[in-house]
């Protein structure tokens, strides 16, 4: 395995997980953009490999990204790509990046955000969430009290920050398990077309 | 002290749970299949796996829970699972569980730190692809786990007797079975 982020067209390192996909939807869709020869989210081949535990994987993340709360889909998904990038998976920066975008209508100001956050656009009560899920990623063992006054005393309730806690935790979970098999970042158009789809959508398939 | 309002009733990860149910539900199916379905990695190694990270993650109750399921699963062995964590490499499981725990390690620190000399390792140690796949999986998902229980300052007991029954729960009845 290498270090690189990025490994565009390349097969996963593991590869029997490419070899034997479990019937159901998303060895479908594989099998449907291969005969388009068209690029896929190789996120599909996990999915498809360990269906009956990626069945309740997608359940449990449609419910944290898409729950109503008092914290806008939008805003996790930011959370989402703001975690992945401080994790370094490119993969999930661009596929959440590019949902964040497309749900709060500016993919500038998303990756404005994860590249110098202190200096983006977005209001304080939002960078002061994303700071909290850079202390929950990096920061572990020392996250505290404090760190919880700072977000609420921004103005944010009990739910959205349960919401924002386990959005960061699910994706410190998704970008170790991306970056040690080895899923390759997609074209930009891939990833916005991705994000359409996952904004509209959302992530139950089957 | 909890972050939030969890629920006061239960203590632990239940509590988080409880704060949103319908959220929280498939964690539990989630934790079930992962660690107590079909697998030629065994109940206890897998646990094994889950007490190693969230030690490295400094989770106490996920630490504390997963040892003593770990344990029951080994006939209460607790000084094998305490052996993982103390030092897997010295501790008396077999070679290939000692290669697939340096890969949890380093998921643990981040999927980028994983070689192909890792994987080759678990491979001459007679793990199979599957068996590499899912202690990442495992790993990673207590990287989601212990962040979730500690992010949100669960309360966490301290008494062995509280871990030693919930482990022989963890064990015995899983995940999802409902609580007497």
């Known amino acids: ?206 | 002290m909890p972050h939030i309002a969890l629920p006061g009733n239960v203590a632990g990860i239940r509590s988080a749970f409880a704060f949103r149910p319908e959220t929280a539900r498939p964690l539990t199916e989630l934790a079930e299949v992962l660690l107590r379905g079909p697998n030629s990695l065994t109940s206890g190694e897998r646990e094994s796996i889950a007490a190693f990270v969230s030690s490295l993650n400094e989770c106490r109750f996920c630490h504390a829970s997963h040892r003593a399921a770990a344990a029951h699963h080994l006939e209460c062995r607790y000084e094998v699972v305490d052996a993982v964590t103390a030092d897997y490499q010295s501790a008396p499981v077999s070679p290939k569980l000692k290669a697939l725990l340096a890969i949890a390690a380093k998921v643990q620190r981040s999927g980028r730190e994983v070689t192909a000399a890792d994987v080759e390792d678990a491979r001459a140690c007679g793990a199979t692809d599957i068996e590499i796949h899912d202690t990442v999986l495992i790993a990673a998902a207590f990287c989601m786990f212990n962040r979730y229980v500690d992010g949100l300052a669960v309360v966490t007991p301290t008494e062995h007797e509280v871990y030693h029954a919930m482990g022989e729960r963890m064990a015995r009845q899983g995940y999802v079975a409902p609580r007497a």
Not at chain 1, 43 to 49: P, R
Not at chain 1, 66 to 74: D, E
Not at chain 1, 135 to 158: E, F, K, Q
Not at chain 1, 176 to 201: C, E, F, K, N, Y
């Open chain 1, 1 to 206: 395995m290498t270090t690189a982020p990025t490994r565009p067209g390349k097969t996963l390192y593991l590869p029997d997980v490419e070899a034997n996909p479990q019937p159901g939807v998303y060895r479908d869709l594989i099998e449907a953009a291969k005969s388009r020869s068209g690029e896929y989210s190789k996120i599909w081949d996990l999915f498809a490999y360990r269906q009956d535990v990626t069945t309740h994987l997608a359940r449990f993340t449609h419910g944290v990204l898409r729950a109503p709360a008092s914290i806008s889909p939008g805003l996790r998904e930011l959370i989402a790509a703001y975690t992945s990038y401080r994790n370094e998976c490119g993969f999930c920066t661009h596929a959440h990046a590019a949902t964040a975008g497309e749900l709060l209508g500016s993919e500038e100001l998303v990756w404005s955000a994860l590249r110098d956050l202190e200096a983006s656009p977005l209001d304080e009560k939002t960078k002061s969430l994303l700071r909290f899920a850079g202390r929950m990623t990096n920061g572990l063992p020392s996250v505290c009290a404090g760190d919880i006054d700072a977000v609420r005393a921004a103005g944010w309730d009990d739910e959205a920050i349960y919401y924002a806690i386990t959005t960061c935790a699910l994706f410190n979970f998704y970008n170790r398990w991306i970056t040690a098999t080895g899923v390759p970042v997609m074209s930009p158009d891939a990833h916005r077309a991705q994000g359409r789809q996952l904004a509209s959508r959302g992530y139950i398939r089957d």
